[in-house]
């Protein structure tokens, strides 16, 4: 299980005083009320920032850092990823996973067939989508529907699916 999780991608700076546009990677944004501080990816290290000011426009978030005052210093940022740690994570309810958990896991028919793993989760209007990729195979969509996700286990790797009838020609191209 992955330690930290991905909350927000920066994309842009925003005004003159070191506030930057967030792109949010999580169903709730406005949980950035609540953090004080969040975990910034630089590609060579993760620095600790601290938040002193949210705000909200359109479907971004604008975040402004103790640590930087002005838009000459954010402007390195762009496209960075920011991470919370597990413990400021937002408590899940039941029958929800973290993404970054489901990532890996193998996936399984309800007949017992493997299917590939869970390589990445697209986030729609109406549910999430399972892509099962297997190597050499056309990847399946899998819609994270109850009809469909029969059980997750994710300490044990795996997540049972049943594929319903016609997904896997829809998936072909």
């Given at each position: 299980?992955?330690?930290?999780?991905?909350?927000?991608?920066?994309?842009?700076?925003?005004?003159?005083?070191?506030?930057?546009?967030?792109?949010?990677?999580?169903?709730?944004?406005?949980?950035?009320?609540?953090?004080?501080?969040?975990?910034?990816?630089?590609?060579?290290?993760?620095?600790?920032?601290?938040?002193?000011?949210?705000?909200?426009?359109?479907?971004?978030?604008?975040?402004?850092?103790?640590?930087?005052?002005?838009?000459?210093?954010?402007?390195?940022?762009?496209?960075?990823?920011?991470?919370?740690?597990?413990?400021?994570?937002?408590?899940?309810?039941?029958?929800e996973y973290y993404i970054a958990d489901l990532i890996g896991l193998?996936?399984?028919?309800?007949?017992?067939?493997?299917?590939?793993?869970?390589?990445?989760?697209l986030q729609s209007a109406a549910n999430d989508i399972y892509v099962i990729r297997k190597a050499g195979e056309q990847d399946i969509?899998?819609?994270?529907?109850?009809?469909?996700?029969?059980?997750?286990?994710?300490?044990?790797?795996?997540?049972?699916?049943?594929?319903?009838?016609?997904?896997?020609?829809?998936?072909?191209?």
């Open positions: 299980m992955e330690d930290l999780l991905k909350v927000g991608v920066i994309t842009s700076t925003h005004g003159l005083k070191g506030e930057v546009k967030v792109y949010p990677t999580t169903d709730d944004p406005k949980r950035f009320l609540q953090l004080k501080e969040i975990l910034l990816d630089t590609g060579k290290e993760k620095n600790v920032l601290h938040i002193t000011n949210v705000k909200f426009f359109k479907n971004m978030v604008i975040l402004k850092f103790k640590e930087y005052n002005d838009i000459n210093e954010v402007e390195p940022l762009r496209q960075k990823e920011l991470f919370v740690t597990r413990e400021n994570a937002v408590p899940l309810e039941e029958n193998l996936a399984v028919s309800d007949e017992g067939e493997a299917l590939g793993e869970v390589a990445e989760v969509l899998v819609p994270a529907i109850q009809d469909c996700v029969k059980a997750v286990d994710i300490s044990g790797g795996k997540i049972v699916l049943h594929l319903l009838p016609g997904l896997r020609e829809a998936n072909q191209k």
